[in-house]
């Protein structure tokens, strides 16, 4: 079945530090996909999406690459900030029942 | 900006007794769900709901649990019979507007859900 697998966390890094959280998925045909993120005590919510292959995903400074070829969906930020420890979610959606990773939780020391 | 509202944000109860979590969804959408995340586990999809009926369930939507809509506004989870193993956070999310279906999902706060 579908499935999305994420790096295990916590990831910790300082404030202005480079980040990288890998997601790969397993999907017949070609889902949309998708990075939620939810901060301490709160749902879950869009942090950015890609409907097709080779589509990159944008949003408060994170990136995300639809990679066909290597069924991957990594999400990337140049420069964390406190404010972005969260736990972070990628998943797999369009015309499938949503179906979400585990969760990675980054923390962001100052 | 719309959002789906959930109540309660919290309760308690005891194993064996009868919970119903409520969800209010944004109003022009027409797909519901309930997924449930386990403390320190990922989020689990339950059910989802289309034209007044479920549409898909996952394996851990057992004859314990049922949706409903009953009045064109709230959208219910019940579980009749609770269960030590059901204490979650319980998250109601909509999404699709009219003629759409994309994936995205609005998601509400979520209900803890805690069985002693």
């Known amino acids: 079945g579908d499935s999305v697998t994420q790096m295990e966390g916590p990831v910790t890094l300082s404030e202005e530090a480079f980040l990288t959280i890998n997601c790969t998925y397993t999907a017949t045909g070609y889902p949309s996909l998708f990075w939620y993120v939810q901060y301490p005590g709160e749902g879950l919510q869009l942090l950015l999406k890609a409907t097709k292959a080779d589509d990159k995903g944008s949003n408060k400074g994170f990136e995300a690459t639809y990679r066909k070829e290597t069924t991957s969906f990594h999400l990337e930020k140049g420069s964390v900030q406190v404010s972005d420890s969260a736990v972070y979610f990628c998943a797999l959606g369009g015309s499938y029942i949503p179906t979400f990773g585990r969760g990675t939780s980054l923390i962001v020391h100052p | 900006e719309p959002e789906v509202t959930q109540t309660p944000s919290h309760q308690v109860t005891q194993m064996g007794q009868e919970v119903i979590l409520r969800c209010v969804p944004i109003s022009n959408h027409l797909y519901f769900y309930w997924y449930r995340q386990i403390l320190g586990q990922k989020v689990e999809f339950l059910v989802s709901f289309y034209n007044n009926e479920i549409s898909e369930k996952s394996e851990i939507f057992d004859d314990q649990f049922s949706v409903e809509r009953p009045d064109g506004s709230n959208f219910t989870l019940k579980i009749r019979s609770t269960k030590l193993e059901d204490s979650a956070m319980y998250f109601c999310?909509?999404?699709?507007?009219?003629?759409?279906?994309?994936?995205?999902?609005?998601f509400g706060e979520g209900s803890r859900l805690t069985v002693l």
């Open positions: 999310a909509s999404g699709g507007g009219a003629g759409t279906r994309t994936g995205e999902l609005f």
